[in-house]
């Protein structure tokens, strides 16, 4: 039943960073978020927002787990929950009424960064769980 969970988790989190990646890809060229794009963008972080919790907490259980675990599995999600809650912070900061306007694009291009940045460290975690997967069933 884990596994399924597990793999739900993964598919559901690849696909959010996935939606948020495209809709993202304007502002490499330095153009600004704006219309469907920037709707999607919202959407799809309102779900990573709810979900990165719930991912983070469930796979959580492999740290403490005796289950062998690959350390590209335990870099992966560290550095997913990290980025994850970096891009979330940031935005977060931004919605105060505590930030400046030149503090705000500070916090809008860390945002970027770790949002980005978020692609190769959950390519690490699929590498990872992978790894897992193999070792714990070599018939597979």
Known sequence: ???????????????????????????LGGKTLGGQMLLAHMMASGVL???????????????????????????????????GLITIVTVFLCMLPIPSTHQMHSLMSIHAWAGFAMIPAIVLLLIGARATRSASHPHS
């Open 49 to 83: 927002v709810m979900g990165l919790p719930i991912f983070a907490l469930f796979f959580l259980r492999y740290f403490v787990a005796k289950r062998p675990t690959s350390r590209f599995q335990n870099l992966g999600y560290l550095a997913t929950v990290a980025t």
């Open 1 to 27: 039943m884990f596994v399924w969970i597990d793999r739900l988790l993964l598919l559901a989190l690849v696909l959010v960073v996935a939606v948020l990646t495209v809709t993202s890809l304007p502002s």
